[in-house]
């Protein structure tokens, strides 16, 4: 019982903070306490976006390498410039886009366990 009280003030406090971030089924979900649910729902968006910046990472990296092509068969600055800037943002993406989606996966499976297991208790 502590421990769903806990739970409910942790996503009260996340709610007010982050509002603008939930969407309002989500929202629903944490009003009527349904936290399993709620959890899968950031496990599958997760997924969803890592997929979406996948895409971006393959259009980064073929654009980077042609320009980076460019450069060598008809030497501008701007080439170069460019073909760089986009390896870079890819590395920034990946880096950046891993940790976010294990932090977000690991904490939702996390509570998913947690959450089935104490049903399971009951």
């Known amino acids: 019982m502590e421990t769903k009280e806990i739970i409910e003030t942790f996503f009260k406090e996340e709610l007010n903070e982050n509002a603008p971030y939930f969407f309002y089924k989500d ?60 390896w870079c943002a890819a590395l920034g993406v990946v880096l950046f886009a891993s940790k976010e989606y294990y932090s977000i996966k690991s904490s939702m499976s996390l509570l998913v366990k947690m959450l089935k297991e104490e049903k399971e208790a009951e």
């Open 27 to 86: 929202k629903q979900l944490l009003k009527e306490g349904r936290f399993i649910e709620f959890a899968e729902e950031q496990i599958q968006k997760a997924k969803s976006i890592a997929l979406s910046i996948a895409g971006f990472l393959i259009m980064a990296s073929w654009f980077g390498i042609t320009n980076l092509i460019e450069y060598g068969t008809e030497p501008h600055l701007g080439n170069l410039f460019f073909g760089l800037f986009l």
